[in-house]
């Protein structure tokens, strides 16, 4: 796979990519546990299949102490036993606000219902945001045709 362009090397998409990244540096420094935005994040770029989302949040997770196991089950989290409750209304509601054309409701009442149980407004406006922002990063890229393979941990930190 070829990428289309670099959106980087644009002195509007350099401009657009900032303002992305410092609404992401927002939802990171929340109250929404680091493990809940890893696994939301790597679940909603595999439903994208956003090849340099997967290879990003990934490597990150995994340098940030996430286990193998539970990384590798992320894409079949229903029939796991490795995540708390908290992490699977997140992951419920990460799948739901993905894939929001495929559901007639969009996020369905139940979801909602125990996503309310685990987390406070503070953590649901984040979570809610964060949705948002890697299904447009997970668009961005898969329209521009980034691969994923080259990340290396940290790589956009600071």
């Keep these: 796979m070829e990428r289309r362009m670099d959106v980087m090397a644009n ?23 680091k493990v809940t ?5 790597l679940r909603a770029s595999q439903i994208n299949g956003c090849g340099f989302c997967v290879d990003y949040h990934t490597k990150d997770a995994t340098a940030g ?12 989290w229903r029939e796991s036993t490795v995540f708390t409750a908290a992490e699977r209304a997140a992951l419920a509601l990460a799948e739901e606000g ?3 054309a495929d559901a007639g409701a969009g996020v369905s009442d139940r979801t909602w219902e ?20 890697i299904n447009a990063s997970n668009r961005m890229n898969v329209i521009v045709r980034n691969p994923g393979g080259s990340y290396q941990p940290g790589q956009f930190a600071g």
């Design 11 to 33: 002195a509007l998409g350099a401009t657009i990519a900032k303002r992305m990244y410092n609404v992401s540096l927002a939802i990171a420094q929340s109250a929404l546990p």
């Design 37 to 41: 935005q890893d696994l939301v994040m």
């Design 65 to 76: 102490g996430e286990s193998a196991v539970r990384l590798h089950l992320v894409a079949a």
């Design 98 to 100: 993905t894939r929001l």
């Design 114 to 133: 125990q996503v309310r149980e685990h987390y406070d407004d503070d953590q649901i406006v984040a979570l809610v945001s964060l949705i948002a922002m």
